[in-house]
């Protein structure tokens, strides 16, 4: 393999958050693997670099940190590609399309439109593009950022806040397992999601890789395989 410096391994290390279904959860027969949409597009590169795919759960919010320093040597965690991100981290071509949406509580949903999120409380997932979002709207002291997507939205469930703003995917999940939730669909911006690799070598010799793969999942149909099979 072509592959030096932290690749040098006979593993790729991809790293994750998984509590983003169905782009990375943890399920899987035994209940405890991480998997999801994200996963079978790891490890296409990883079978493509000739490597076993290794794979570390962290916080959203340290990827591109543990990205940097090393510890993994890919992101791949349905994150979107910013201007910001760029500036520390190289991303792969977009993979997907996503937009964020807006969820609330059926018995007391008091937003119809985008204005209506004006100083409005609502809860986040730390770090993400709904977090940069909801700050477009309302102080930060109305903001609750935690780690995980599912403890926002716990507490919206709970009352403590009036909305939760996460990417539609795993929203629509939410809310097939929240019956007392609901989505309101403000129309926000398109996001495209990609692969961050480190800048220098590993961008030289890894996204390379990456690319080809997801050139080729998509030419042999796999892509759109992973679509309907992980997407409801
Ligand atoms: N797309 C959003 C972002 O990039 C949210 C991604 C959250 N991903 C996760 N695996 N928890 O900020």
Redesign the pocket.
């Given at each position: 393999s072509v592959l030096s410096g932290c690749q040098e391994k006979n593993e790729l290390v991809m790293g994750?958050?998984?509590?983003?279904p169905p782009?990375?959860y943890i399920g899987g027969a035994d209940g405890n693997a991480v998997v999801g949409f994200?996963v079978e597009i790891a490890k296409a590169i990883a079978e493509k670099a000739g490597k076993t795919l290794r794979i570390e759960d962290m916080e959203?919010d340290s990827l591109l940190t543990a990205l940097n320093a090393d510890k993994i040597d890919f992101a791949i965690?349905?994150?979107?590609i910013?201007d910001e991100?760029e500036k520390s981290v190289d991303f792969s071509d977009p993979y997907y399309e996503?937009t964020q949406a807006v969820i609330v509580r059926k018995a007391d949903n008091p937003i119809s439109t985008k204005d209506d999120l004006n100083g409005k409380k609502i809860s986040v997932?730390l770090?993400?593009?709904?977090?940069?979002i909801a700050k477009e709207f309302t102080d930060d002291s109305n903001i609750v950022a935690f780690n995980?997507?599912f403890e926002a939205i716990m507490e919206l469930k709970n009352g403590k806040v009036d909305a939760m703003i996460?990417?539609e995917q795993?929203a629509q999940n939410f809310i097939r397992q929240n019956s007392d939730l609901e989505i309101v669909s403000l129309d926000f911006d398109p996001?495209y999601?990609g692969i961050a690799v480190k800048e220098g070598k590993s961008s030289e010799e890894l996204l390379p890789i990456i690319n080809e793969t997801l050139k080729e999942l998509k030419a042999n149909g796999t892509y759109d395989k992973l679509l309907s099979e992980y997407m409801k």
């Open positions: 994750t958050n998984a509590a983003f782009f990375e994200d959203f965690a349905g994150m979107t910013t991100r996503a997932q770090g993400t593009t709904g977090n940069e995980t997507g996460i990417d795993p996001e999601y």
